[in-house]
């Protein structure tokens, strides 16, 4: 184990979570992870949630199991608790492509979607042209921020809302 933290909750509920640093897929490492738990248990009496932290992606498939490891009851799924753990560490290792990475990437680009779209939005609607479900629809599900800046920069000359997506608008 190279890493052990008890969590305490303000609500209630502790756990403990043990941290393995894996660099490569190695069959041994499940009578171990099973003995990290068990003695975890023992001695702290909470549920244990044990990490491998991975160095590559074959390494992390590997890790994720399915391992037989049973020790306490823990009602509710690893997978779960590990993403509630997700939100509460601030931990950030750029160009890594990790799962905190990819989550903080991929949350980004939809918030910056999201805003455009409201912006293409509100320029329609303070313009006074009406926008149907469909328009609506298609502006607010598109995530190429690239496509989602051109409609705004036109939906301050669109005759319709539906001119968005057609470029005659411009040749007229």
């Known amino acids: 184990m190279d890493t052990v933290l008890k969590v305490e909750p303000s609500e209630g509920d502790g756990f403990m979570v043990a941290v393995e640093l894996q660099t490569k897929p190695a069959p041994e490492k499940a009578a171990n992870w099973a003995y990290y738990v068990a003695y975890l248990r023992a001695k702290y009496d909470l549920p244990v949630l044990l990490v491998a932290v991975c160095k590559s992606r074959s390494t992390a498939s590997w890790a994720t199991g399915p391992f037989e490891c049973r020790v306490g009851p823990w009602a509710t799924p690893a997978r779960e608790t590990w993403r509630g ?40 609607e303070v313009r006074g042209l009406p926008v149907s479900d469909d328009v609506r629809e298609r502006i607010t599900s598109c995530t190429d921020l690239e496509l989602l800046a051109d409609w705004l920069d036109r939906s301050g000359t669109v005759k319709r809302a539906e001119d968005l997506f057609t470029r005659e608008s411009e040749e007229v």
């Open 85 to 124: 753990l997700q939100k509460m560490v601030a931990t950030y290792f750029p160009g890594r492509g990790t799962l905190f990475e990819e989550t903080y990437l991929k949350g980004r680009a939809e918030g910056k979607a999201e805003g455009e779209a409201k912006g293409i939005l509100r320029v329609l």
